[in-house]
């Protein structure tokens, strides 16, 4: 499914992303396929920054590159307090977090498949 505000394919906007992301040292960056368990989206990516600051440059990063390869602005949450800020890039949605806040929250074992997800 292609972001209807924008002429790239979701693979390709996830690709974006991922690199964005390595690009700017962000840390254990984990991707979650959600094609077959959510009509929102079809990529999650959650990734940690070492501080406040980094985290919400990420997100500023990513929503600034976002936007010139794509031309879509990508909506941003939680920048205020920059523990848990998302990232609504259409068809991929990103959570940046600090690591004890992603740590407390274990976003990602909420969307892991059953059998990843007891082991």
Known sequence: MADPDSNIPSMSLLDLVLNSLENDKAE???TLDLRDRSSVADHMVVASGR???QVVSLAEKLAERVR???GAFSKIEGKANGD???VDCGDVIVHLFRPEVREFYQLEKL?????EADE
Not at 111 to 115: E, G, K, M, N, T
Request: charged letters at 20%; proline letters at 6%.
């Open 84 to 86: 848990w800020v998302l």
């Open 51 to 53: 501080s406040s600051r």
């Open 68 to 70: 010139e390869v794509t």
């Open 111 to 115: 969307w892991q498949p059953v059998a």
């Open 28 to 30: 254990d960056i984990v």
